[in-house]
């Protein structure tokens, strides 16, 4: 079964700082995987995902994220923070087809909230 | 309007009443979903759509029932809701063809159980 873990249920960081947030996976085969942002009082949306084409996956609002397999992580980094970064966010796994897993079902983290101090 | 929208976006309503909360999406997407947002937990699948006329379970499916007799429609209904059913309802669609495509996600519905 997939499972998701996110290092961190709130993380506050400085106005200008580097952004980090953990998330680690458990899988027996490489996962996709997905991180969506949720605003207060909206839905969530997605920032990025990784496919297997490339490690390092570049998404949306100057956020990346790194898959590296050795470490079941898949972390989330933003260079500079800013104030309109503060929101929830999630990391999500969907099992490749292939391995039996469904294209369709997203295993969800728990979520970290970030905070960004001015 | 396009996208995926949900209603009613607050909804309180008292203990062993029935309750339905409308999912619609304009996208002719084949897959739809119904996840549960609670503190603590994330969100928790409770009920699939592949296509119309097709459902399935999730994670968390108990005092919760779907149907969808149209593509863009998808309604979830608690047939006698419960305390424990307080919570936060995401609708999402995706389309399908490829094993990693983004769920799309609706505003979702504040319902509170009294």
């Known amino acids: 079964a997939q499972s998701v873990t996110q290092l961190g249920s709130h993380v506050s960081v400085s106005e200008g700082a580097l952004v980090l947030l953990r998330c680690n996976y458990s899988?027996?085969?490489?996962?996709?995987l997905f991180w969506y942002v949720q605003y207060p009082n909206q839905g969530l949306q997605l920032l990025l995902k990784?496919?297997?084409?490339?490690?390092l996956v570049k998404g949306i609002n100057g956020f990346e994220a790194e898959f590296k397999k050795s470490e079941t992580s898949f972390h989330l980094t933003k260079p500079s923070a800013h104030m309109s970064d503060a929101a929830e966010y999630f990391c999500a796994v969907m099992p490749p087809v292939l391995s039996g897993g469904s294209n369709y079902k997203l295993t969800f983290g728990k979520g970290t909230l970030l905070t960004v101090n001015p | 309007d396009a996208g995926i929208t949900q209603s009613p976006r607050y909804k309180i309503t008292e203990t062993g009443r029935q309750v339905t909360l409308m999912c619609h999406q304009t996208?002719?997407?084949?897959?739809m979903f119904w996840y549960r947002q609670d503190l603590g937990h994330g969100l928790r699948l409770i009920y699939y759509s592949a296509a119309a006329d097709i459902t399935d379970k999730g994670e968390v499916p108990d005092g919760y029932v779907v149907s969808r007799s149209k593509t863009e429609n998808f309604p979830l209904t608690l047939e006698s809701a419960t305390r424990s059913q307080t919570s936060v309802y995401f609708c999402?669609?995706?389309?399908?063809?490829?094993?990693?495509?983004?769920?799309?996600f609706g505003p979702g519905t504040r319902l509170t159980v009294l």
């Open positions: 996208w002719s997407h084949s897959y």
């Open positions: 990784y496919t297997s084409a490339a490690t």
């Open positions: 899988s027996s085969v490489p996962p996709y």
């Open positions: 999402a669609s995706s389309t399908s063809g490829r094993d990693y495509n983004e769920q799309f």
